[in-house]
């Protein structure tokens, strides 16, 4: 990367020495992780970002809806800036707050309202988290999803998850045992959600209708065309990938998870990584003593998380530095107290 912009953004974190922290998701650009004093997948990040309570900033480096969670986990005093604010997520986008009242609404008029425990995946917006704080619910990520459901079961007898349909389906039949028909999925932009009375009272697994454009990308003729290509090759994706893709690997799990199973690899091991360029680009150069090979055949960054990039850091550090606080992420009162509910409860999971 430009390196007069590298030592700007070095000049720039040592002028704010303590009072900041960077904080990089994996997808990340090797040019901003490279400036990150904490990397991660969306839970451990979550975790750092409220277990520093004297960062005056949290410089996010990832998408919109983790910084908004750093936001509702950090004290008011506290200021989370997302260094370019068009950083968003496509999945998260695909549950509106109206959309999942209306939903709601559906559940209550199919009387299944008050034994459905909705949850929803970090990747979503404060007011769907408040939502399903609010109405018993919690907040999983790729990490905890197994157990987020679990306890979810014990609160009632039906789950209403948002917005990934793979990972709610994945965890579901693969981790707890659901049959496919055990999930139904709900069509925000159908009457009803295209379903019946009677399908929704009999699911026990009610998905929304989103997933990942990134990770939707792959399929299962990539895994095999990946075995054939190399003999003996290990499978490893992300439990954002459908659900035929994630049947058919190995391994799955969260992006702190892909990169654990790695380094735990013996050299000389191939694997074939179904997640975000930028990470198995990495991952390659972490660990030259194996083989890693981008699952698809084509290129596969996440556009949103691209967004940030050096230049769009030096800017939000510099800015700080010269005592202008930019791009700063907040959310209201109300959203984060029942946010937080729904995140505390994600947080207590054992
Ligand atoms: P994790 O880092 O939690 O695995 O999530 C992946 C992702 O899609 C973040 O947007
Ligand atoms: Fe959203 Fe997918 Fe990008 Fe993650 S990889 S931020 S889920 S679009």
């Known amino acids: 990367s430009d390196p007069t912009l590298v030592a700007r ?15 990089g998701h994996h997808y990340q650009r090797d040019e901003v992780i490279q400036f990150a004093d904490v990397t991660g997948d969306s839970f451990k990040l979550a975790r750092e970002a409220a277990a520093r309570p004297g960062a005056e900033y949290i410089v996010f480096c990832g998408v919109h809806f983790m910084a908004e969670s750093a936001d509702i986990l950090t ?3 506290q200021r989370v800036v997302l260094p370019d604010l068009a950083a968003g997520c496509s999945m998260a986008d695909m549950a509106t707050f109206n959309q999942v009242e209306e939903c709601w609404e559906a559940l209550e008029e199919a009387g299944i309202a008050d034994q459905v425990v909705p949850i929803t995946y970090m990747n979503s917006s404060a007011d769907i988290k ?58 925000p932009h159908r009457p009803n959600g295209g379903l019946t009375d009677a399908a929704l009272r009999d699911a026990r697994m009610i998905l929304w209708k989103g997933h990942c454009s990134v990770h939707g990308r792959f399929t299962a003729d990539c895994v095999d065309d990946v075995r054939a290509r190399i003999p003996g090759v290990n499978v490893l994706v992300h439990p954002e990938c459908r659900h035929e893709v994630v049947t ?5 799990g969260s992006t702190e998870y892909i990169i654990k199973t790695l380094e735990a690899a013996p050299a000389g091991s191939s694997w074939a990584i179904g997640t975000e360029l930028n990470l198995v680009k990495r991952l390659g150069t972490m660990f030259p003593d194996k083989t890693v090979t981008f699952l698809d055949k084509t290129v596969c960054y996440c556009s949103t998380m691209n967004r940030i990039d050096l230049p769009h850091l030096v800017w939000a550090l510099e800015s700080l530095a010269d005592g202008h606080l930019v791009n700063q992420i907040t959310v ?19």
Do not use: I
Request: one cysteine or more; hydrophobic letters at 45%.
């Open 248 to 252: 058919k690997a190995d391994f799955v």
């Open 9 to 23: 953004a070095r000049a720039a974190k040592d002028r704010l020495g303590d009072r900041l922290f960077v904080l």
């Open 332 to 350: 209201d009162a109300d959203t984060t107290h029942w946010a937080k509910v729904a995140l505390d409860r994600m947080l207590a999971l054992p």
């Open 130 to 187: 408040a939502f399903c704080g609010r109405h018993g619910g919690a907040v999983c990520t790729s990490s905890n999803a197994r157990r987020a459901l679990e306890w979810a079961f014990e609160q009632g007898s039906q789950v209403l998850f948002l917005p990934d349909q793979h990972l709610g389906r994945n965890t579901a039949v693969l981790e707890l045992g659901f049959g496919l028909d055990d999930c139904v999925v709900y069509n």
């Open 75 to 77: 004290s008011d005093a």
